[in-house]
């Protein structure tokens, strides 16, 4: 199996799953019906975003909103792919990171196309505060990002020569 293929496999089941629990609240919970799954803790609720993370830039139905959110999405889907192409193989927990991302992306993506939002439905709570509503696929963006955190305070490693690898700076002039 190609290296990079099994991580890829992350981002199909991630893909998947959020896929299945958007379906199973889509079939079985009328808009804001709300289930209580732990008291005082969780509860699921079938909610529409039309915005992006916690409902900023929300589109409320119009099509230009829609578009700029999708081409948005499309544009950081293409950035993280990127990203994934050019890691080290070596950096397994950074590639699993956006593997998860990329699941996540993905899910959002496909539901900002269809249909224009995204379904929402994990509402964690305690006492009277809520937690913005979200879903498996925000979940997995999350995760992804905050695996993400290390690989950004660890030092670049050393090259033969005793320097330090540094992003290509453009030539001064």
Do not use: C
């Amino acid at each position: 199996m190609r290296p990079r293929l099994r991580y890829l496999l992350i981002s199909l089941a991630v893909l998947v799953l959020d896929q299945w629990t958007k379906w199973l609240v889509e079939t079985r919970l009328e808009g804001h019906a709300t289930v209580e799954v732990v008291p005082n803790l969780l509860n699921f609720i079938h909610v529409r975003n039309t915005g992006v993370a916690f409902g900023l830039f929300a589109a409320y139905g119009d099509a230009t909103g829609t578009l700029v959110l999708t081409l948005a999405g499309l544009v950081a889907l293409a950035l993280v792919g990127y990203f994934f192409t050019t890691v080290a193989r070596s950096d397994r927990l950074l590639l699993v990171a956006l593997s998860l991302v990329l699941g996540g992306a993905v899910g959002n993506l496909v539901d900002r196309v269809m249909s224009g939002g995204v379904t929402d439905f994990i509402d964690f709570y305690f006492g009277s505060y809520h937690w913005h509503t979200f879903n498996v696929a925000d979940s997995a963006i999350t995760i992804g990002i905050a695996l993400m955190l290390p690989s950004t305070f660890r030092k670049a490693p050393e090259t033969a020569a005793g320097t330090r690898d540094a992003p290509a700076s453009p030539a001064a002039p």
